[in-house]
């Protein structure tokens, strides 16, 4: 049995990227996990369309579903405050760590059946960041 490796861009309202302009968390649209995934990694990276300040941060959460709990015919995914914290990300250089763009890698739980990913930047009403992520996973073909 052969193993390969699948990238595939998250999206954000069908876009390859989302611009976060305001306090509140933004969701991308819904992926769904291959049944043949073994593991999955999610890389986020946000870039401050402007000078960062202290403070300038993005939050990624992940809100897993396990499928339709509530019966209407779609995957139910956890809601914005129990979703589970993947990462923070600070744009501002000074702190450490901190840089712009900054990137990073955290695991993803491949169990579920599918997963939003959210994130949240609390100063983006006046510094907006751009954010964008892709999963990488490897499956058993």
């Not at 959210?118 to 983006?124: D, E, H, I, L, R």
Request: some cysteine.
């Amino acid at each position: 049995m052969a193993n390969s490796k699948a990238e595939t861009q998250v999206t954000f309202s069908a876009a390859q990227s989302v611009t976060v302009n305001s306090s509140a968390i933004v969701w991308s649209d819904e992926f769904v996990f291959n049944v043949d995934d073994m593991e999955a990694e999610l890389q986020v990276w946000a870039d401050n369309a402007g000078t960062p300040s202290s403070g300038d941060t993005c939050m990624v959460y992940v809100a897993y579903s396990t499928g339709d709990i509530l019966g209407n015919s779609g995957n139910d995914f956890a809601t914005d405050e129990h979703a589970e914290f993947a990462m923070l990300l600070d744009t501002y250089g000074a702190n450490t760590p901190g840089e712009d763009p900054a990137s990073r890698t955290a695991p993803l739980r491949v169990g579920s059946s599918a997963c939003k990913i959210g994130v949240f930047c609390p100063q983006a009403t006046s510094r907006n960041i751009v954010v964008r992520a892709r999963v990488s996973s490897a499956r058993s073909s």
